[in-house]
């Protein structure tokens, strides 16, 4: 059995489809409710858990459990009220308590999902960034106490592994693309309608999207099914240890990234027109690219979603708003 944390997150949520296609055996947590009628209804075992208080964790499966993948966490862009105290509570003695609990009842794997704002600063050194690069965070902005609190986590893990030979693996994930709560985030408090969302609404309508700054500056765009598959392999491997990055590996333009969702999401008779402002500012994060040779040696990791396939996927699980509970979960934190 493999224990979820964070079921009803974005990416939980195909996380979960994706291992029960396999026929596993899972068991879901999550600290809203949508996602837990919606699992209860498909007869998914799944309870209501707040990582940050010991106690619930009896409610969990004493024994029989061969992995806890942890992808609850307290983030930036789900925070509407900034308290640093949060980040710490949920991300930190969260994962300290899913920790102990896989030792008590000796659970020998975990896998942990964290953030690429680990190396933010080097996130435009022109080359791909490995596993081996030192950590490089940005001590300012909303992101700070987060990425502080996830460094701390993954640490937690590494150190559960030495000490108590838990198999300890940890995913650096940029932004992960897919149809989900990402209709609107918050960034310094505030909300906002992330570029890739705002492009896709002005294809549907026919509308212009403008292209700010350079159009060639480009970043390592990921899909969620992709990332999926990086969980399933990690799960089936023995060996696999330490922090991953589960990236596409390359580098997707703003220009092909905006032209690509014109084809697939614009009406036929209707185009958006794109618009070059080169007058206006780049947008922020981008720039960044990472090296997943270590994931594709250890578990046989291949991206299978480049960037034209992961858009029609995407307008197809729109469509078929298969995942609806996320859109009406928007913004409920863990």
Same mark, same amino acid.
């Given at each position: ?110 896998? !942990?999902? @964290? ?8 996130? &435009?050194? +022109?080359?791909?960034?490995?596993? *081996? =690069? ?100 990690? !799960?089936? @491997? ?8 589960? &990236?596409? +590996?390359?580098?997707?333009?703003? *220009? =092909? ?78």
């Amino acid at each position: 059995m493999v224990v979820v944390f964070g079921a009803s997150s974005f990416i939980g949520t195909y996380l979960l489809d994706g291992l029960l296609e396999q026929g596993r055996s899972v068991f879901a947590t999550a600290f809203t409710s949508p996602s837990l009628r919606c699992y209860n209804d498909r007869g998914i075992p799944c309870t209501q858990l707040d990582m940050t208080q010991w106690d619930h964790y009896t409610k969990l499966p004493a024994s029989g459990v061969e992995a806890a993948v942890v992808l609850a966490g307290h983030l930036p862009a789900n925070d509407s009220n900034y308290d640093p105290r949060r980040y710490i509570d949920v991300n930190i003695t969260g994962v300290l308590n899913v920790l102990e609990y896989c030792r008590l009842t000796k659970v020998r794997k975990i896998i !942990l999902a @964290s953030s690429h704002s680990d190396v933010a600063g080097i996130w &435009a050194c +022109g080359r791909p960034i490995t596993e *081996e =690069d030192p950590r490089s965070i940005v001590y300012t902005g909303d992101h700070a106490v987060y990425i502080i609190t996830k460094i701390a986590a993954m640490d937690l893990v590494e150190h559960y592994s030495q000490s108590y030979g838990i198999q300890g693996i940890s995913f650096r994930l940029p932004a992960v693309y897919g149809y989900g709560p990402h209709t609107e985030v918050y960034a310094d408090g505030r909300p906002i309608v992330p570029g890739f969302t705002a492009f896709i609404r002005k294809a549907i309508a026919g509308e212009p999207i403008e292209i700010w700054g350079d159009p060639h500056v480009g970043r390592d765009m990921v899909y969620v099914k992709d990332v999926v598959s990086a969980f399933v392999g990690a !799960l089936d @491997s023995g060996t696999a240890h330490g922090l991953y990055n589960i &990236a596409s +590996g390359s580098i997707t333009s703003l *220009e =092909d990234e905006v032209r690509g969702i014109v084809e697939v999401f614009s009406p036929r008779d209707h185009r958006s027109e794109v618009r070059y402002r080169p007058d206006k500012p780049t947008a922020k994060n981008y720039a960044y690219l990472y090296d997943i040779c270590k994931a594709r040696r250890d578990f046989g990791y291949e991206v299978r979603y480049p960037l034209m396939r992961m858009l029609e996927d995407y307008k197809e699980e729109m469509n078929g708003r298969r995942f609806q509970h996320l859109i009406c979960r928007e913004h409920k934190g863990l």
